[in-house]
């Protein structure tokens, strides 16, 4: 079993800045991937960013330069998610995951953002 918890969600105005915080812990020795997903109501979760174990990343096109996800540990079981210049498009619950190789993605509680214009 992997318990992901994130925080650092929060309310903020068009143009700021949040980090969000995410750390796996448990049966950590076969996660290869965490990440962040976002989920507005009514629309399907999408994929925000992603970082393996290699240091490879992904973006979603529509953070990219503006959003920054980064390890925390050599492990890969903590990672930040940078969130620069928000817009409100960005408002949306936001979950971390931890990718396990056998069982597949362990998901977090979420935690809010919201943008206000």
């Known amino acids: 079993q992997v318990q992901v918890v994130e925080s650092g969600g929060g309310l903020v105005q068009a143009g700021g800045s949040l980090r969000l915080s995410c750390a796996a812990s448990g049966s950590i020795f076969s996660i290869d991937v965490m990440g962040w997903y976002r989920q507005v109501s009514g629309k399907q979760r999408e994929l925000v960013a992603s970082?393996?174990?290699?240091?490879?990343?992904?973006y979603a096109d529509s953070v990219k330069g503006r959003f920054t996800i980064s390890r925390g540990n050599a492990k890969n079981t903590v990672v930040y998610l940078q969130m620069n210049s928000l817009k409100p498009e960005d408002t949306a619950v936001y979950y971390c995951?931890?990718?396990?190789?056998?069982?597949?993605?362990?998901w977090g509680q979420g935690t809010q953002v919201t943008v206000s214009s």
């Open positions: 970082i393996a174990f290699s240091g490879i990343t992904n």
């Open positions: 995951y931890a990718r396990h190789t056998v069982v597949g993605n362990y």
